[in-house]
């Protein structure tokens, strides 16, 4: 089996996100870069797999910056085979379509069983990119699944959706995203530390990919306009005078919350 574990260099989740006014993206200086949550369980959903089946080989694939070694680097450590490092200037601020595209690119170069990835990043929150891949793949898509089995042939998962759940079961090869109810990821130890150091990490740029960034035959998306979030505005404030409960209900009546 061969998996295909999409992960991502994000800002610091816990810090402060900053906006770039004049460029439109986020201030990635602003705060330390760390390997994205939801990529950890992803990666730990196909570490698992690898623990019961030897043989598993485990291929990390992300987008990003020369900084992205170091969150690849700790995904190597937690026990994947090896890298494959998508690097270009010409990807800064790269929409969705540019991504999927570059992706799905780099993807097709191997022969993989299944593709894993989360089902939005923290930085961006589109939550469209799996299935982006999996159109321009020609591959089923397992979405949004809050729990995953896999076996050499299928998945089967749950996907949950405003109180209602949906089992799916999908044969291979396919794509499969997962959320965060899937468990958290292992820690690295020393013994996969040191092993990082020596495992391979091809690095692609987009002239590697075929990937024209600016193509005259497909509209990119662009920014018109940025501006800064605006301040939280006060709450309403309701004082028990022994009609609380009725003002909270009218309260709520008129902001369409029941």
Excluded: C, W
Excluded at 97 to 111: F, S
Excluded at 129 to 136: D, F, N, R, S, V
Excluded at 227 to 253: C, H, N, Y
């Amino acid at each position: 089996m061969k998996i295909a574990v999409l992960i991502k260099e994000v800002p610091d989740t816990g810090a402060d996100r900053v906006l770039n006014l004049e460029t439109g993206l986020a201030d990635r200086a602003a705060s330390e870069a760390v390997l994205d949550e939801i990529g950890e369980r992803t990666l730990e959903v196909a570490l698992k797999f690898a623990d019961s089946a030897p043989g598993t080989e485990i291929v990390l694939v992300t987008m990003g910056p020369d900084s992205a070694q170091a969150t690849l680097r700790k995904g190597l450590a937690m026990g994947a085979t090896s890298a494959v490092h998508i690097s270009d200037e010409a990807l800064l601020g790269a929409d969705l379509l540019l991504t999927a595209d570059t992706l799905a690119a780099a993807l097709r170069r191997d022969d993989y069983n299944l593709i894993l990835t989360g089902n939005m990043s923290t930085d961006g929150a589109a939550g469209v990119l799996p299935a982006m891949l999996a159109e321009l793949l020609g591959l089923p898509a397992a979405t949004g699944l809050s729990e995953i089995a896999i076996d050499a042939q299928s998945l089967e998962g749950k996907r949950e959706s405003e109180g209602v759940s949906a089992q799916l079961r999908v044969s291979l090869p396919a794509i499969a995203s997962i959320t965060e109810s899937l468990p958290d990821a292992r820690f690295p130890n020393f013994k996969g530390i040191m092993a990082a150091k020596k495992k391979p990490i091809e690095v692609l740029s987009l002239a590697d990919l075929g990937i024209d960034p600016l193509p005259t035959d497909t509209a990119r998306t662009i920014m018109l306009s940025v501006s800064k979030k605006p301040p939280r505005e006060a709450g309403t404030v309701i004082t028990d005078d022994g009609q609380a409960g009725s003002a909270l209900a009218d309260f709520l009546i008129k902001n369409n919350l029941v």
